[in-house]
């Protein structure tokens, strides 16, 4: 019999050097820690883990604290395009969508997509209809906005017009005499998603990844989150992955299938195949975050390459475990 876990992150990146505020950090880790016991109990009542990661999705898009949902990051249009996924690893059933701007859980509506259309995958326009014809909740673009994102927004633009969020860096900021954001990971850096892997009690493993992008994205860019395979993967045969990080170069490796793959062809053990990805395969094209894994046997693993990435995972019967750095 497997004890059921559930692993969630809310994205990786860079610590923020300056006016890093212990306040902050609990909030952080308060929020990972709720949302972990949400979703351990969906398990632990028997729940299946397509249900425990849908919820604690749905959670961490709802917490402005993560760049997903409400509090999710602007492109440069000062707009948001949202993309989620999910995959269920006992049918291998997948429901992706991206650039919507109205579906108040973007991860909701990729469930739906799974789990009532004959495709995988929406976009736009097309994507909102169908969620709103499935009666899933629809709100004002601007529901997603937050003062702390647009404020982001126009520091990126100011100091790296051209760059979509990440090389920017606190200590830069310091150094022109601005202030420095007090998340404990900088938040011009961060590379913001939220994620949620689990195995239940049945052995099945589920994923799913939702995100508002990188600050200061090109309109119509879409990352990794929604891509299957790329940003979210799960089969029973290994085990379940949903990443965070520079989208671009975790869809050119193909990177949570990487870690799936590796297990299947040569038998690797998770957290092997999954260091390999982020720490071995990512650096070489400059990929940059992490990932958080699960295989079928309930082993987990949560790697990054950065200086940190919100994280935490629980397993039923336990006390949740969440943490920010190294
Ligand atoms: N991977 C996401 C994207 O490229 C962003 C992130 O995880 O920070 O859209």
Do not use: W
């Not at 610590?15 to 929020?31: I, N």
């Amino acid at each position: 019999m497997i004890q059921p876990v559930i692993a969630i992150h809310g994205g990786a990146g860079a610590m923020s050097r300056a006016a890093m505020s212990p306040e902050k950090e609990q909030e952080y880790l308060s929020a990972l820690t709720r949302i972990l016991a949400a979703g351990q109990a969906v398990l632990a009542a028997g729940g299946s883990a397509l249900d425990a990661v849908t919820e604690a999705v749905r959670l961490l898009e709802d917490c402005p604290l993560f760049n997903a949902g409400h509090g999710a990051v602007f492109t440069s249009a000062g707009t948001h395009e949202l993309d989620a996924s999910i995959m269920d690893g006992a049918t291998l059933r997948s429901g992706a969508i991206a650039n919507v701007d109205c579906l108040r859980n973007p991860v909701l509506a990729a469930r739906k997509v799974m789990e009532e259309s004959k495709h995988v995958f929406f976009v736009g326009e097309g994507a909102e209809a169908f969620a709103r014809e499935h009666g899933l909740e629809v709100v004002d673009p601007s529901y997603f906005s937050t003062e702390a994102r647009r404020e982001q927004l126009l520091r990126v633009q100011r100091e790296t017009p051209d760059a979509a969020v990440l090389d920017h860096d606190g200590q830069a900021l310091v150094a022109r005499g601005q202030p420095a954001p007090a998340d404990p990971l900088d938040a011009d850096k961060k590379l913001g998603t939220v994620g949620a892997v689990a195995v239940d009690a049945q052995g099945n493993v589920a994923a799913a990844t939702s995100t508002g992008g990188i600050t200061n994205k090109q309109v119509g860019r879409v990352g990794d989150a929604p891509m299957i395979g790329a940003g979210c993967y799960a089969s029973n045969r290994t085990c379940a992955v949903s990443t965070t990080g520079t989208g671009e170069m975790f869809i050119r490796m193909v990177a949570a299938y990487d870690v799936a793959a590796q297990m299947e062809y040569c038998g690797t053990p998770l957290a092997e195949a999954a260091r390999r990805v982020v720490e071995d395969k990512l650096p070489t094209i400059g990929g940059k975050g992490g990932l958080i894994a699960v295989d079928a046997q309930g082993n987990v693993a949560l790697p990054f390459n950065t200086e940190g990435m919100y994280r935490g995972y629980a397993r039923v019967g336990e006390p949740p475990v969440a943490s920010i750095y190294r």
